[in-house]
């Protein structure tokens, strides 16, 4: 067993072997802004929403198990590829350079990309896939959902030149490219693979998964809600039915 002594020669040798390594932070999620501020931080709060949308496309598919949102995220992940290809080919920097931080490449705007992707096809969905016959009210609520995407896709890009992590070209390309990615990606999904989800869900491995096509059924929530009060109800009359026996 190592002495004291020999514990303190050891412990400068790692010191210095620590300061000779270059430390590269992780800057998946940090963001910087002006000091005080306050709509920046607040443009740097929402550039955070990309990895709010992925845990909350993590979290549906894992407890609903639906072939929709499964196919709608992996759309997401196809256009993160995409985009990611994109800018190690044109390897264009970005404006400004933080002390290290960010040295991956800034053209296309992966935030742009990603945020008009997701809006594009979400908007696209909530028109011309949920066009069953609907309240006044549900057709508010539908129209107040698609222009928040779009807001919030607006503000997201705007904060990527305000808080200088890319120039206007990065971000324009950014959201060119997701639009058209969304388009086509909703296209292909509607056209294409829907038809195929009835198919899928037939298979052992989708029963086993518990996968599942929701597509004909016009509002799932309606319908998710009156099934488990239904569902509920008469297991309360047979609890009831059976204490009265005893």
């Known amino acids: 067993?190592?002495?004291f002594e020999e514990l303190d020669e050891i412990a400068p040798s790692f010191a210095?072997?620590?300061d000779k390594l270059e430390w590269i932070p992780l800057s998946l999620t940090l963001v910087e802004y002006p000091q005080g501020d306050l709509f920046g931080k607040l443009l740097a709060a929402l550039s955070l929403l990309p990895f709010a949308i992925v845990a909350g496309f993590i979290t549906l598919i894992l407890f609903r198990r639906d072939l929709h949102t499964i196919v709608f995220f992996s759309g997401i992940i196809i256009n993160e590829c995409i985009n990611f290809v994109l800018k190690h080919?044109?390897?264009e920097e970005r404006p400004i350079k933080r002390d290290g931080l960010y040295t991956e490449y800034g053209m296309p705007s992966t935030h742009a990309q990603f945020m008009w992707f997701f809006a594009a096809y979400?908007?696209?969905f909530i028109y011309f896939r949920l066009n069953y016959n609907c309240t006044i009210a549900e057709r508010f609520w539908r129209t107040i959902v698609a222009v928040g995407c779009i807001t919030t896709a607006i503000l997201v890009t705007y904060s990527r030149v305000y808080l200088q992590y890319h120039s206007n070209s990065q971000v324009f390309f950014g959201v060119l490219i997701g639009v058209a990615l969304g388009t086509a990606w909703f296209m292909i999904v509607h056209t294409v693979l829907t038809p195929f989800f009835p198919?899928?869900?037939s298979w052992r491995m989708s029963e086993y998964l518990l996968l599942r096509d929701t597509?004909?059924?016009?509002n799932v929530l309606w319908f998710e809600y009156t099934s488990i009060r239904t569902e509920a109800r008469a297991r309360a009359r047979k609890l009831s039915a059976i204490g009265r026996s005893h």
């Open 1 to 3: 067993m190592a002495s």
């Open 16 to 18: 210095y072997a620590a």
């Open 89 to 91: 080919t044109i390897c």
């Open 122 to 124: 979400a908007t696209l």
């Open 199 to 201: 198919i899928v869900v």
């Open 215 to 218: 597509t004909l059924i016009p």
